[in-house]
């Protein structure tokens, strides 16, 4: 093999499962033996490395927003990550800002979700329609939604008030499980 | 147009013959140019298994060192066999450092300064402003899924636990993000 071709190029589910640890021992010993004389498959993997690369830096830098869980935050917390955290109980408010050493912020939605299957989140910004977020990702079991704003908007944004809903969707249609306020204070310069 | 030099043009085991072939030290050219080929690659398997880009740093070294050493010692039988061959030496040496072993200087007082191999350059950067835009785009689920597996390179059993999602839902969504990801990134979104 060289630098230029693979006459069996792994496919990419196997590249993934590969880095991620996810195969059994044998065939990443095969996958290891494979990348390691093709110079075709091995960039293939080094262009996966870098975009999850740029998937962490977007997160660690606070450009991306996201649904999230609690482990994981603790687990970017427990690597050092300065997190400032905001509990808002179901129908109620908290008012809320962004220090200068905060890496992320995070809010805490706390919510009955047990049977919940489907989850939508509106978002209504002061001066902008509501913006409807389908089908966020949370744990049933933990009876909140964890949510991570992108903190590069955040850090711009003037003091506002900031309205989210939780909305359940299932067959019998749709139904407000409960609205969150952030009364937001711009840090002063 | 100026001809590549002619080791750019062979292949790895062929490389591996020439400097086998040759008195040692005496196939420079195919040295470096296997070095080129070989070293990026032995990095990327000092990320998987190390997790740390400096220990991946030392192996890569470390491996490079060895694989020419015993090239020119003709410890190789079969050149064909080279992956096979360097994947032992990756096997060994990860065991090595992983121990505390090896590092740098020690590797070049034994085996001298003639053998270091260039440093591997470290993947393409992808522009981390276009890879937020980009997430920004993705679904929710895909997006949370992304961050929560890349992170930290975590498996699809143990993300799903965390979103009450099966890991097999995992890899599935995780599939279909990267791919709108990378289509976004790289620009061919717009092409299709």
Same mark, same amino acid.
């Given at each position: ?16 499962? /590969? ?10 010993? +095969?996958? @290891? ?30 450009? !991306?927003?996201?649904?999230?869980? @609690?482990?994981? $935050?603790?687990?970017? +917390? ?27 912020? $995070? ?5 009955? #979700? ?24 949370? @744990? ?50 | 147009?100026?001809?590549?030099? !002619? ?26 140019? #296997? ?6 690659? !032995?990095?990327? /398997? ?9 220990? +991946? ?20 039988? @079969? ?42 350059? +470290?993947?393409? #950067?992808?522009? #981390? ?42 890899? !599935? ?20």
């Amino acid at each position: 093999m060289n630098d230029f071709a693979c006459a069996a190029p792994l496919d990419e589910r196997t590249l993934i499962e /590969y880095w991620l640890g996810e195969l059994p021992e044998d065939a990443e010993s +095969a996958v @290891d033996e494979h990348l390691l004389g093709c110079g075709h498959c091995s960039a293939r993997l080094g262009e996966l490395v870098a975009l999850a690369g740029g998937i962490r830096d977007a997160l660690r830098h606070g450009k !991306v927003s996201a649904f999230v869980s @609690d482990s994981f $935050i603790r687990s970017l +917390a427990g690597q050092g990550l300065r997190v400032r955290e905001y509990r808002v109980p179901r129908n109620g408010s908290v008012n809320c800002t962004i220090m200068t050493g905060d890496d992320l912020l $995070i809010g805490r939605l706390e919510a009955p #979700l047990a049977g919940v299957t489907r989850l939508d989140v509106v978002i209504d910004s002061p001066g902008l329609p509501g913006e409807v977020r389908q089908d966020v990702p949370f @744990d049933p079991a933990r009876g909140e939604v964890v949510v991570v704003p992108n903190m590069v908007q955040l850090r711009a944004a003037p003091s506002h008030r900031l309205r989210l809903e939780l909305i359940a969707v299932d067959d019998d249609g749709r139904r407000t499980i409960g609205e969150y306020i952030f009364n937001h204070t711009a840090p002063t310069a | 147009m100026e001809n590549p030099p !002619v080791e750019r043009l062979e292949d790895d085991a062929a490389l591996a013959r020439r400097i086998a072939q040759a008195q040692p030290g005496r196939a420079p050219a195919a040295e470096a140019e #296997l070095c080129r080929r070989l070293a990026p690659r !032995v990095r990327l /398997y000092g990320l998987k298994h190390l997790r740390d880009e400096h220990a +991946a740093a030392d192996l890569m070294q470390q491996v490079m060192l060895m694989t020419i050493q015993k090239l020119r010692a003709g410890e190789l039988r @079969d050149s064909e066999r080279l992956a096979s061959f360097v994947f032992g030496i990756c096997r060994m040496s990860v065991l090595e450092l992983r121990r505390g072993g090896l590092r740098r200087e020690q590797l070049l007082e034994r085996y001298g300064e003639d053998l270091a191999p260039a440093a591997a350059p +470290a993947e393409p #950067l992808f522009d #981390l402003e276009r890879v937020a835009g980009c997430l920004e785009k993705l679904p929710q689920r895909e997006r949370s899924v992304l961050l929560m597996t890349f992170y930290e390179d975590r498996p699809a059993d143990e993300v799903g636990a965390q979103l009450g999602l099966s890991p097999g839902n995992v890899r !599935v969504i995780r599939h279909r993000g990267l791919a709108r990801l990378r289509e976004c990134v790289t620009g061919e979104e717009a092409a299709q």
